[in-house]
């Protein structure tokens, strides 16, 4: 068996490792503790269209900006109590769906997870600000990238709105 890799697929390897690294070098550089989010969600979006990569990354800052909303709610009445962390799961799929953003639904879910289970010493409101700032940092990086990787697509009206599901 001939394993292929085409030329595009190494474009994509390529740019989303590097995108993967300045999110994480810029987050460094602004001291962010937990900056390796600005990388990991440099991963999660990055595409090998531009149009597909913008629509990654709205539905990982909605389902990001929802899931911290709620896990930070959770987190004030936490107070031990699985089933508040259930519900606060839950509610953020649910607002996704009925927002017509599915797959933020499961982003929202994961950050709910994140802000709750892994909150740390401070306020909860930190934990899920710090959240949704380095994964926009990561957005910004991964669409200025791809832009850059695919002028063409920008430049030359080749934009598609593709969300892959």
């Known amino acids: 068996m001939r394993i292929k890799f085409a030329r595009a697929e190494w474009k994509n390897a390529v740019l989303t490792a590097a995108a993967s690294c300045v999110s994480y070098w810029i987050a460094l550089a602004l001291g962010l503790k937990t900056g390796y989010w600005a990388a990991i969600t440099c991963i999660?979006?990055?595409?090998?269209e531009v149009g597909a990569t913008l629509v990654a990354s709205?539905?990982?800052?909605?389902?990001?900006?929802?899931?911290?909303l709620a896990g930070w709610g959770a987190v004030l009445i936490?107070?031990?109590h699985v089933a508040v962390f259930g519900v606060a799961v839950c509610v953020s799929i649910a607002i996704c769906n009925v927002l017509d953003l599915r797959s933020a639904g499961r982003l929202a879910g994961v950050t709910v997870a994140i802000v709750?289970?892994?909150?740390?010493?401070g306020p909860a409101w930190q934990t899920a600000a710090s959240r949704f700032l380095e994964v926009s940092l990561g957005v910004i990086v991964a669409l200025g990238m791809s832009i850059l990787f695919y002028p063409k697509a920008v430049l030359g009206g080749g934009l598609k709105l593709e969300t892959g599901e």
């Not at 999660?44 to 090998?48: A, E, G, K, L, Y």
């Not at 709205?58 to 911290?68: S, Y």
């Open 44 to 48: 999660v979006v990055t595409q090998s």
């Open 58 to 68: 709205r539905d990982r800052l909605m389902g990001t900006a929802l899931g911290a």
């Open 78 to 80: 936490w107070h031990g």
């Open 116 to 121: 709750v289970l892994l909150h740390q010493a």
